[in-house]
């Protein structure tokens, strides 16, 4: 390992709000240095970046579109400028669309991809070439269930998240020889504004199919990419975990 955890940087995407957050907090109470991506929502990145400040973190803002190559490599610059360089990268930028294939237009089936799992790809080609000279790395994607089994009415998500599962795991063996892991983590609903789109009714007919009998909460997401990413999680490679309250067994 290059340095000690605790001294480590974390970069998250989409770490405005929601999953990527909760993760940015998680690892602040370590005090980690934390670099915060976002697209657009710069009051609300700034809001997660003052609340891991307090936790005792370093932390830097940064906004880039993960769709971009160019947008991505100026982010990089910036970022390596401060001497903040990844030695931890957690892939959580996306988005979601529910509705009936056959509605769903070209476009927008290419942005889903393109974010969800174009995005992956190009931040993960962009910080792995540190992490391989050092002999030491964690990536961890955040997935989906449905990129397990598949979802009626999302299947453009889906089909990216299964995406983003079969990067993984080939990733994974690709980077194992130079002390890298690649992980991903697989939520199925989570309290987020990304379940705003359905009805408390349709929230409340799911959370009945789940054993646990509710959505994730962020925190706990939150606290397994954090296990995945720690030192001791070493030989812990090309897994898709399944958090998801016992609803996918």
Not at 51 to 72: F, N, P, W, Y
Not at 110 to 121: C, Q, V
Not at 160 to 176: C, I, R, S, V
Not at 212 to 239: C, K, M, N, W
């Amino acid at each position: 390992m290059s340095k000690p955890f605790r001294e480590q940087t974390v970069l998250i995407t989409g770490a405005s709000r929601g999953i990527g957050a909760a993760v940015a907090e998680r690892f602040a109470t370590v005090g980690m240095n934390v670099v915060i991506h976002y697209l657009q929502s710069h009051e609300a990145a700034n809001e997660i970046a003052r609340r891991c400040s307090v936790l005792g973190s370093k932390v830097m803002t940064i906004t880039a579109d993960v769709r971009s190559s160019e947008q991505l490599l100026r982010m990089r610059e910036k970022l390596e400028a401060k001497g903040y360089v990844p030695d931890i990268l957690v892939n959580n930028a996306g988005v979601s669309h529910y509705g009936m294939l056959a509605d769903l237009s070209e476009n927008e089936w290419d942005r889903i991809f393109e974010i969800n799992l174009k995005g992956s790809f190009l931040m993960t080609q962009l910080f792995m070439e540190a992490m391989v000279r050092q002999k030491y790395g964690r990536i961890v994607n955040i997935s989906s269930i449905w990129g397990m089994t598949g979802a009626s009415c999302e299947v453009a998500y889906s089909a990216a998240k299964g995406g983003l599962n079969a990067f993984t795991k080939a990733l994974a063996k690709e980077l194992a020889p130079s002390g890298v892991t690649v992980n991903a983590v697989a939520p199925g609903p989570v309290d987020t504004e990304m379940m705003s789109s359905f009805s408390q009714e349709e929230k409340n007919a799911i959370m009945q199919e789940i054993p646990v009998g509710r959505f994730a909460h962020p925190a706990e997401i939150a606290s397994l990419v954090y296990y995945l990413s720690l030192p001791e999680s070493g030989y812990i490679t090309g897994q898709i975990v399944n958090a998801s309250g016992g609803w996918v067994t």
